[in-house]
């Protein structure tokens, strides 16, 4: 066991010190295959970035929720939305059977003071089942009661940013927080939502019950920017679906809103991800084909000018397997160098680059064994031909090859 | 039984259109233990069957009997196999791997010697013997000729062959290094080695106890 050990290292060790004879063409090999691992490892970060972009919109979502977000109309500003839906779509489609809640949502971005600060944040009017379907979990304080909604209570729940912004360490709860003339008082603060993929957060928001909101916020609005449905379990998802579009195109001219099922985000990202891969996966290839191009040249050249070792070799018994071996095995070494250098240019240009697509940063260690597959198939077959030209070689000719 | 016996050995090259007979039905018989010089004129064919007789080469017709056993219809990988485990080559030129040091270029034939035993031990103390037990780190490119030609003997000592097969060893040496390599081929040969040495210097010759002459592919004498 000893024994076969230390010839394997012997082995290696051989191998590494054959492809130091030659710097300049082991490094260019190195440098081939290296370039074709970075941009393989970058395709693996960005489909799982997507994907984990995917699943976390849908699991913000829920799995059975339909989401049908108001069109702006043309002239859209930011502070004066011409939301197009409106109570009566709500309440229409609240009435489709399979439907277990329906929320709608009012937002507005507005300035929010308290005695001594004051700054701009969305401020949203939330239906009862509001709090539940769209997962804001009160974990200081309480939430709404129904009486709160009826009797146009002016009482908020904030989020955890907000707190912090206005009170600081001090407790929020049963302190005032003011939006245009009127003061709401804190009774909640919600659990930290965290932020979207795209940096926004979803901590600032200062949260009203619906009648309260359109009694102070926006007195004469009836419209919604966004109706949320969730569908029964065990109700036919993709049917209330349709029945739900049918509805409101009943209603409205032309179709001036956006249904979103998690399915479509889905759909989107899949297509995107898609998009991607084929753009970074050719790339890919192409770079791995031509560092193995380069790989398998500079092996010809290699055996070629070590015609002569391989004549020794085989006079000191290796036989045309030992020969092969030998030659794969530097190569797969430069290809495995290649792989793991590869592996750490590729999650740099993650570092750099995913920012710019947004997607989320990830660092998968798979891409690692991913890499490593590839550059040893590489190596593999980079080698194959050349190996096989050394291992056919007549012993003696290639021992004549030196002069 | 003769450790080596060569019956009607021809070998042919074909250049071209051209045949060139270089060995022409060549018997010789070789017993364990000799010491035989083959020599001749330069392209009368020594090379050629030093190549035959260590099996890195085979015959265009003839049989070969080695330790009785018949090579000349065997396989690459059986040839291989008794290159490694019965036969010691040196050549004129050295053939030292210019990337692994003294140690390591000794032990290349263990790595495809199937069971090597205690090989860096061995190599250790045959360095010691021809007296380069200091040297083991050394590149080949630091060394003289006489220790290059040193190295290469305990290379083909390594796996504890039976025959030294040895071209023209002395052919890239001074006289001084020569009378030490040759001095240790009589020792191995002391020692219970068969070893044929080709050579067309008479002073290399003379350390044979026995001298063959070719001369344009025959056995003359
Ligand atoms: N592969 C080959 N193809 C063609 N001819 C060859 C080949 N190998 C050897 N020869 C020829 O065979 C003849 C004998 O060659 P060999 O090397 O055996 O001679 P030698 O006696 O060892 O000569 P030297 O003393 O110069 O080493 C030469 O004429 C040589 O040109
Ligand atoms: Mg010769």
Sequence with gaps: MAESFNKASFFTTSS????????????????????????????????????????????????????????????????????????????????????????????KMERIASASNARESMVMG?????????????????????????????????????????????????????????????????????????????????????????????????????????????????????????????????????????????????VFNMTLSIYLGLASLVALFVGGFVLSNIFFINVKVRAWEIGIRRALGA????????????????????????????????????????????????????????????????????AKKAADYRPVEALRSRL | MALIRLDGIVKTFRQGELEVRVLKDIALKVERGEFVAIMGSSGSGKSTLMYILGCLDTPTSGTYHLEGMDVSGLDDDALSAIRNSKIGFIFQSFYLIPYLDVLENVLVPTLYNPSPGDARGRALGLL???????????SPGELSGGQKQRVAIVRALINDPDIILADEPTGQLDSSSSRQVMEILERLNRRGKTVIVVTHDPDTAGYARRRIMIEDGRIIQ
């Design chain 1, 16 to 107: 590494l010190k054959a492809l130091g004879q030659n710097p300049a063409r082991t490094l260019f090999a190195f440098l081939g295959i290296s370039l074709g691992i970075t941009s393989l490892v970058f395709i693996v970060a960005a489909i799982e970035g997507s994907n984990s972009k995917a699943r976390h919109i849908i699991e913000m979502m829920g799995a059975n929720t339909i989401f049908i977000r108001s069109g702006f109309g043309k002239r859209a500003n930011i502070h004066h939305l011409r939301y197009k839906l409106d109570i009566t779509d709500f309440k229409d489609l609240r009435r489709i059977e399979g439907v277990k809640t329906a929320a709608y949502l009012l937002v």
């Design chain 1, 126 to 270: 939330a239906m009862s089942t509001f709090l539940e379907t769209f997962d804001y979990r009160v974990n200081r304080g309480i939430a709404f009661r129904p009486t709160d909604y009826r009797s146009f209570a002016k009482v908020c729940i904030i989020g955890p940013e907000l707190a912090r912004f206005f009170f600081g360490a001090a407790n929020p709860l049963g302190k005032f927080l003011r939006v245009n003339r009127t003061s709401f008082r804190i009774i909640g603060i919600y659990r930290s939502k965290g932020r979207l993929p795209n940096g926004m957060s979803l901590d600032d928001r200062l949260i009203l019950p619906i009648e309260t909101y359109r009694k102070f916020i926006e007195p004469e609005y009836k419209k919604v920017l966004g109706i949320e449905l969730k569908v029964a379990p065990g109700a036919d998802y993709q049917h209330i679906v349709e029945e739900a579009r049918s509805i409101l195109l009943r209603r409205h001219a032309k179709e001036d809103f956006v249904m979103i099922t998690p399915e479509m985000v889905r759909k989107f990202l899949n």
């Design chain 1, 319 to 386: 036989n045309r397997r030992t020969i092969m071996a030998q030659f794969l095995a530097e190569s797969v070494a430069i290809a495995l160098a290649g792989a793991i250098a590869g592996t750490c240019a590729g999650f740099l240009s993650i570092y750099l680059v995913m920012p710019m697509l947004g997607i989320p940063k990830v660092y998968p260690m798979k891409s690692l064994v991913i890499a490593l597959l590839f550059a040893t198939a590489t190596g593999l077959v980079a080698a194959i031909m050349p």
């Design chain 2, 128 to 138: 010691d013997e021809v007296g380069l037990g200091e040297r083991i780190g050394f």
